[in-house]
Structure formats: structure tokens, C-alpha cells
């Protein structure tokens, strides 16, 4: 039998903190209930969102709606050879939580994931990624419920179109899918570290420890991501909150003469991908305020929500930002979080 909320403050739901409402609310807690519920009709009546974590979400109104929360947890070993484990993991567990799991088994390939807020849903969505691994690199497969028909399907990896935080779940299937679970496959030995990363070789040369150690690396990240970037149980934020931009040779090469020092990368399809944050630092906004939004002081790309901000707030603190970005650089900003 569904029951569903109604009236719900959706403020312990996202990571900013933002007070808004839902009109209704419901907890889903396995796919069976996730069936039942789309058996009775209201996704057809009702707008919906679907919340993980809520970690990548700015909301800017009440939600005139149903709100999903998604709290389907369990993991499982679907596979195991002699080099490779493959672990089927229900879309609402907490991310982190599966990469403390994964490496405390030294299990290799997302130790440089550690510590990203958000749902195991929400990793293939955006294609999560950090010092220089995505998702994408380790998910072997995701299983999704149509949401009109209320049947399984899954794609492959190739089939999700991964791409810089973007995937098919952004595009052809941005609408009407819940992702029930995601596979990801992972090293036992003949593991791949990734620490060419500035910051990770310099953090594991100052912890003296190795650079071929799971748990070395994966604490290496944990250290530099809790320095770096703010809790939001103490300062509501998103993480990053607009994409790095990716732009063509010829306007990098123009840019670069007169901002010699501009931090860039390669990028696909022969783009060049800058920082945002290094962009934002230069238009003066790092650690500045309006009203109760912020510029976190150590890293320009994160928005904060200094105690009591709406989203409306923090909304318009970021087309500030974009405007001014425009305006020197000629460049556009693209959040990455997701607003409603
Ligand atoms: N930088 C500045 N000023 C700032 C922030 C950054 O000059 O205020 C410069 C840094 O000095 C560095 C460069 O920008 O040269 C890159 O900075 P950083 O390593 O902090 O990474 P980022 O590009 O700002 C991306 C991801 C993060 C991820 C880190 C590490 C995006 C949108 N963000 O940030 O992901 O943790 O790399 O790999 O791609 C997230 O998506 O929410 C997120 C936190």
C-alpha cells in the first residue's frame, strides 16, 4: 500500500540546505515499491523528481509535485575472476560509502573517487569524476525502471555515452527513468593508480606514503578534498557548481596571450578544457558574498550557502558570476548542478 507525504520541508533532502517544500513526498525503499507506485498512476497526474542525495541540486521554488527519495540500499558480488570483481550496487547508496567498502577490500579503480557527495544512482547521471578518473572508467553496466511502463532495462557502458559529466541520462533518457542499480568492475590485482594528479603525488609524498596503495591513495583524496572543499553539513554547497568550459584551440590560443598563466587540459574532440574556478578568481569573486550566498574562499567554483540563503539567492550569485566571466573571458558558464 503507497503512502505519501504531504507538505514535506526538503530542506534536510539537499545539500545547499535550501528550505523549500514538497507538495508530496515518498520514499521509495526497493523496486517493487517503486513498481506499485508507478502501478497507481500518479506519474502520469503528478510532475516528479527524483532526489538521491541531493547533493548536486539547487532548488529555487517549492516543488508543485511528487518528490521520489530514493533510499534503495544493498550490494552485491555479481562476478569475480581472477583479476576483475564485478559488485552490483543499488543506486541509493551513498557513493563514498561504496568506495570505503571497495577499497577497504583493495579493490582498485575508484580509490581517486573518494569522498563525492551523492548517490551511486546519481555517479553514471553526471559521470562523476575526480583527479583524473570518472565513473565511466569503472561502471560496467546501469539498470534503470521506465517510469511510464515500470519495466527493467539496462544499458552497457558503451550504450550510456559517457562523456565530460554528461552521459545519455542527460539527453535521450534525461526524462521517465529511475536508475535502479549500477555494476561497476573493478581491480583486484594488475590495478591502474592514477596519481599523476598534482595534488595527489604531492599529498602522499607529504603523508610519506605510497603511490601504489589503495587505501593510501583513496586517503590521499579524502585529505585533499576535506581541505579543499567545504562540508555542507556545516556550509550548504554543491560541489562544484558550473562545468569547467571546454573551448576551441584558436580561442585558447588567443586567451593565452594575454593570460600566459591560465591553467588548462586537453580535452576531447580537440577542445581545450579550462578551470572555472581560475576563471572566477580572475573576475575578483573568490570568498565574496551577496546576501547569504557565497564564493567559497579556497576554491572559486563551489557556491555556499552561508546559513539561512534561498536558492533564488545563490541562483542569482551565479548569473552574476556567469556575466562577469562572459565579460572578460567570452566564455560561458555551464552549471553543473541542477536547478529547479
Ligand atoms: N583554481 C583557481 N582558483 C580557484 C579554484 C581553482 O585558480 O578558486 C585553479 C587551481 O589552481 C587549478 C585548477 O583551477 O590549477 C583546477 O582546480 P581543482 O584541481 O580544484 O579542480 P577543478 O577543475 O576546480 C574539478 C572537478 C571537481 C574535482 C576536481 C579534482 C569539475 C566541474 N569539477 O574541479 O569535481 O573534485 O576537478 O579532480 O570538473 C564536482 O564536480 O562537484 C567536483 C568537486
Known amino acids: 500500500m503507497i503512502s505519501m507525504e504531504s507538505n514535506v520541508s526538503l530542506k534536510p533532502f539537499n545539500t545547499f540546505g535550501i528550505d523549500c517544500r514538497a507538495k508530496y513526498f515518498f520514499e521509495v525503499k526497493s523496486v517493487a515499491a517503486l513498481q506499485e507506485l508507478i502501478s497507481t498512476g500518479v506519474l502520469k497526474k503528478e510532475k516528479y523528481l527524483i532526489l538521491g542525495a541531493g547533493s548536486n541540486l539547487l532548488l529555487t521554488n517549492d516543488f508543485d509535485g511528487l518528490v521520489i527519495l530514493n533510499s534503495i540500499k544493498g550490494y552485491a558480488i555479481e562476478n569475480q575472476k581472477e583479476e576483475k570483481i564485478s559488485l552490483r550496487v543499488n543506486s541509493g547508496e551513498r557513493w563514498h560509502d561504496i568506495v570505503m567498502y571497495s577499497t577497504n577490500h583493495h579493490w582498485g579503480g575508484i580509490e581517486n573517487l573518494a569522498l563525492i557527495p551523492g548517490s551511486v544512482g546519481a555517479a553514471p547521471i553526471q559521470n562523476i569524476g575526480a583527479y583524473g578518473v570518472e565513473a565511466k ?5 546501469v539498470e534503470f525502471i521506465d517510469l511510464q ?8 557502458n558503451r550504450e550510456c555515452h559517457f562523456n565530460y559529466r554528461d552521459s545519455i541520462f542527460k539527453h535521450e533518457l534525461k526524462k521517465n527513468i529511475f536508475i535502479s542499480s549500477v555494476t561497476l568492475t573493478l581491480t583486484l590485482k594488475n590495478h591502474r593508480f592514477n596519481t599523476s594528479y598534482g595534488a595527489i603525488i604531492n599529498t602522499l609524498q607529504q603523508m610519506n606514503a605510497s603511490t601504489e596503495n589503495i587505501l593510501h591513495i583513496r586517503d590521499a583524496v579524502i585529505k585533499i578534498r576535506s581541505e579543499k572543499l567545504p562540508d555542507h553539513r556545516t556550509l550548504g554547497n554543491a560541489g562544484s557548481f558550473f562545468k569547467n568550459p571546454e573551448i576551441s584551440e584558436s580561442q585558447f590560443h588567443q586567451l593565452k596571450k594575454t593570460y600566459p598563466e591560465m591553467p588548462s587540459y586537453p580535452a576531447a574532440n580537440q577542445l581545450v578544457k579550462l ?4 576563471l572566477i578568481e580572475q573576475c575578483g569573486w573568490k570568498g565574496k558574498t551577496l546576501g547569504q550566498a557565497g564564493v567559497h574562499a579556497h576554491q572559486a567554483l563551489v557556491l555556499v550557502n552561508m546559513g539561512g540563503a534561498s536558492g533564488e539567492e545563490i541562483l542569482l550569485l551565479s548569473k552574476k558570476i556567469s556575466d562577469d566571466v562572459q565579460k572578460k573571458f567570452s566564455i560561458t558558464l ?3 548542478v541542477n536547478i529547479f
Open 275 to 278: 578551470s572555472a574556478g581560475w
Open 334 to 336: 555551464t552549471p553543473e
Open 149 to 156: 511502463s515500470g519495466n527493467l532495462n539496462t544499458l552497457t
Open 137 to 141: 572508467d569503472v561502471i560496467e553496466k
